[in-house]
């Protein structure tokens, strides 16, 4: 007599393994290590994009053809900043007059902003896609929705610690009688509320947002889109190629939209008194005065920075996520069946 199972007794099969999202930490977890790479040219970026020009002889003299030549020479002056040799000419300068550790100047800042900041964009773009997607393929529209969304809350809890962070890379060229010499993070937070004002860690807030979707949509959903690209029209397999291919691509197009907002966020937080102009005043005052190509300060440093931080944070991430599937996710179900 053959054995029937009543509707009671049926369970249902258990979701596919790629189905949910992975776990809320890991993208957090991948931009901390990336950190430890990055973490050099971040800060000489932050140095480049904070210089002041020096006014040759002639800038102070009233004559017209003089102040021509001056305003000139700003704008030569902010394309020289995009060079590469400028880039390794500024950290040999802060490695030979400031010492090697000066180079992780506010690690532990930025540590503390990709553990908030990069922990809730992953995070939440994650949950977001699995939301209006499920465990089908999200719409190019569905990637810009879920990750504006989960950039907007990112820059916003990560912003207090990317003050701290501003200021803790630049403090090293400031004259010694204006540096702030916070010892770490947490004490950078401390001091400025006791010392400025709680309302100081939300400086910067809005051009720091706007750059945190603007770096979410660009990097976040161009590396899925070209991830598609190479998987399907290209017809290359999933594996360490494709991802460092699409993750560095995906670092090209975050530089390239997210330099300007990056330059005023970075002048804004690093100031010590705040004007309160809007971020879009600030621009359209740095190509009066300094030229257009003053927006993109430090593009070769933010590239040399961003790029091999956007290829370590996935190619981190795809093996986490692989690790959790083959190992972490099936042992959970079986425990749950047991």
Excluded at 107 to 114: D, I, K, N, P, V
Excluded at 149 to 167: H, K, M
Excluded at 244 to 269: E, H, N, Q, W, Y
């Amino acid at each position: 007599m053959s054995k029937h199972t009543t509707p009671s007794q049926t369970t249902a099969p258990p979701p596919p393994l790629a189905a949910a999202p992975q776990p809320f930490w890991f993208g957090g977890a991948a931009s901390c290590v990336a950190t430890f790479v990055s973490h050099p040219f971040d800060l000489t970026k932050v140095r480049l994009q904070t210089i002041k020009r020096i006014d040759t002889p002639w800038s102070n003299n009233s004559n017209n053809s003089n102040n021509i030549k001056s305003s000139s020479t700003s704008s030569e002056y902010a394309t020289r900043s995009l060079r590469p040799t400028r880039m390794v000419k500024t950290m040999w300068t802060i490695y030979h007059t400031e010492g090697v550790r000066a180079l992780y100047s506010g690690l532990s800042a930025s540590l503390l902003r990709q553990g908030t900041y990069s922990t809730i964009r992953f995070g939440l773009y994650d949950r977001f896609k699995w939301m209006v997607a499920g465990d089908k393929k999200p719409t190019f529209s569905q990637l810009l929705i879920c990750s504006t969304a989960a950039g907007i809350l990112g820059g916003a809890f990560g912003n207090p610690s990317d003050v701290v962070n501003v200021r803790m890379q630049n403090d090293g060229q400031l004259p010694p009688a204006e540096r702030r010499n916070y010892r770490n993070a947490i004490d950078g937070m401390i001091r400025i509320c006791r010392e400025e004002s709680p309302r100081v860690l939300l400086r910067g807030l809005g051009s720091s947002t706007n750059r945190a979707v603007l770096m979410t949509v660009s990097q976040m959903a161009s590396y899925d889109v070209f991830k598609d690209l190479f998987l399907g029209k290209l017809g290359w397999k999933e594996g360490l190629p494709t991802h460092f291919a699409t993750s560095l691509l995906a670092g090209l197009v975050a530089t390239t939209v997210c330099a300007p907002l990056d330059v005023v966020k970075t002048r804004i937080m690093s100031a010590h008194a705040h004007d309160g102009k809007h971020p879009l005043r600030i621009m359209l005052h740095m190509v009066k005065t300094e030229g257009f190509g003053s927006l993109f300060r430090g593009w070769m440093p933010a590239f040399v920075r961003l790029g091999p931080h956007t290829i370590v944070t996935f190619m981190v991430l795809e093996r986490m996520r692989e690790w959790h599937t083959q190992w972490i996710r099936p042992a959970n179900q079986t425990l749950e069946t047991l």
